[in-house]
């Protein structure tokens, strides 16, 4: 291995993603008007990383150009060398680059059109306004040429500068942007309705008074931190991964293993989406794919230590490839830290004879925050010392609002939330990719369901039940959901691994409560987010298969993703499998999300079952604090 040698799942240096830009700006000088949406790294598959870890690194880079057009362009860094660029059809584009966002607040703060429906509502002063682009797809106003670029902007009045936008919308007024020929080419005004007067800012100094100061918490851990770092390798209590930020995707795990035991190879957010349900003109189109319409990775916060992140934390920085082809660094990206986690296990003997134990709990938290628009989301990884692994997304920020009218809004499908603003019912639909590599060989997926058993001359008096595993082993059969009445969970299992007891070794998909997708299944927000209509999907590894909608949304009317995928049903009875894992929240938005919305969870839990041989925390000592106080 050379001097320069790095491992092929090291994440991206600044120099190398320069390195790309002026790679790619050489072969091809229109490139010099190009924005761009993002790079990434092209990561190898496992097969070939497992044979050898000095592999050439490559990446993309992804944009579009002058004419508006989307492009790929593959770049060899290590023989720096363009190897091929592509068009990307605009009828399934590129995510919007920072520059076109620009463009579409330009052109609608231009807008005579505009400028009038403003001065109708009494607004002069254009540096109050704050406009909001949306994707110009799904449903793609009339005057928007097919194969165009487009933007819809919704806009609110702030009452100063730093004031919170969102407290004051502007009812019924939707401008169309077409990107492509720089042009608003519609004004859609469903008339004037008052723009909301209260303010609602969620700074402290927009608050009448401040409750006291809680008693501070203090983390310290004065032996030092208990895992390490090296690059964006991560090594804590037997565990091992990789941590990256993915532009589509937010944070991305890598080659987690136990033990030396490989449990997955890669997961990430594949999609999302947030449709919405309400008849309102400001909402009903909307159901965002905040990965692949706006990069959800390339919005991930610089996080403050005390403040995001509490105790002795490690942080990774992220580079990213800005829209006019610079490179910024999101420092602070990934938050490493340990946490108690509470007791992970304890007996109290009863007959006071024997032994009384406890032993705690502590977690590892590999996390990351992307704010899109007024939504803040956090993809919250946990690794626990029993081998559990959860994902939690944290969201919050600001909900999507309207200037209360009761013409306009209707009870089940606007909420209240002030006196003055209604906020539509809609839903957070996500998707995690999960590319296994359980126990280092091919995997299957089961079907656990349980069941009561019949009343019969085994069971007369009815108190008997059981459960069932079925082994799913096509496609078609592994696009299933949840069933809390039947205990339903799924497992990942290497059928040529076998623990202590004689059975395969394991993990189990255990999720919360969860929904699925409620827009009709042939609405187009149907078609375009079809990864939400099942709570899991199974399908044999393919390299380019790595989005639940599809890798490129933008101005896409649906038909790609998991639907199209899946349909040769291919087999998955023991295979290089892959889950696609759909959870989220329907929200039905309440007075307390206001003017900012407390964390609310969903995720789902993956543990072993038969992976190990026993309790693996048995051999945890016992760790009773002495620096811990009571009362007594
Ligand atoms: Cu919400």
Known sequence: ???????????????????????????????????????????????????????????????????????????????????????????????????????????????????????????????????????????????????????????????????????????????????????????????????????????????????????????????????????????????????????????????????????????????????????????????????????????????????????????????????????????NAICIHEEDYGVQWKHNDSTQMGYNEVRRSRRLVVSSFATIGNYDYGIFWYLYLDGTIQLEIKLTGVVGISAYHEDIHKSGQDFKISPELASPIHQHLFNVRIDWDLDDGDNQLFETNVEPLPINNVNPEGTQFQAISSHLTKESEAQRNIAPEKSRTWKIVNPNKLNKVGSPTSYKILYGNTPTLLSNPDSPPGKRAAFAKHNIWATPFQNEERSGGGRHTVMHSGEGGLEEITAKDRNISECDLVTWLSFGVTHIPRPEDWPVMPVEYCGVHLIPVGFFDQNPTINLPPSCSSKSKSNK
């Open 1 to 331: 291995m050379g001097q320069n040698y790095c491992h092929p799942l090291r994440t991206l240096s600044a120099s190398e993603i320069c390195d790309a830009v002026s790679i790619l700006k050489k072969s091809n000088k229109e490139h010099e008007n190009s924005s761009f949406s993002y790079i990434y790294l092209e990561e190898p598959e496992k097969k070939l990383l497992k044979e050898n870890t000095n592999l050439e690194r490559f990446v993309k880079i992804v944009g579009v150009d002058q004419k508006s057009n989307g492009f790929e362009a593959e770049i060899n860094l290590s023989k720096k060398e363009l190897l091929k660029e592509e068009k990307i059809s605009n009828k399934a584009g590129p995510t919007y680059t920072l520059a076109e966002i620009f463009k579409a607040i330009e052109l609608t703060m231009g807008d005579k059109n505009y400028q009038k429906a403003l001065e109708k509502r009494g607004i002069k002063d254009l540096s109050l306004i704050q406009i909001d682009p949306w994707p110009g797809g799904v449903f793609v106003n009339k005057n928007i040429k097919n194969g165009n670029r487009a933007l819809k902007a919704i806009s609110f009045l702030k009452d100063s500068e730093k004031d919170n936008a969102y407290a004051r919308p502007i009812q019924g007024l939707i401008a169309h942007i077409d990107l492509t020929e720089n042009r608003v080419v519609e004004i859609e005004d469903h008339g004037v309705v008052k723009v909301p007067e209260a303010h609602a800012r969620y700074d402290k100094d927009g608050q009448e008074s401040l409750r006291e100061n809680p008693k501070e918490i203090v983390i310290t851990q004065p032996e030092g931190v208990g895992f390490s770092v090296e690059d964006n390798l991560i090594s804590w209590e037997g565990w091992q991964l990789r941590a990256s930020i993915d532009p589509i995707e937010g944070l991305a795990l890598h080659q987690v293993s136990l033990n030396e035991r490989p449990i997955f190879y890669r997961a990430g957010l594949s999609d999302m989406v947030v449709p919405y349900g309400s008849s309102d003109p400001l909402h009903w189109w909307k159901a965002v794919h905040d990965g692949t319409e706006y990069g959800f990775g390339t919005m991930t916060n610089s996080l403050t230590l005390g403040c995001d992140c509490l105790g002795e934390i490690h942080y990774l920085d992220a580079h990213k490839l800005a829209f006019d082809g610079s490179v910024e660094t999101i420092e």
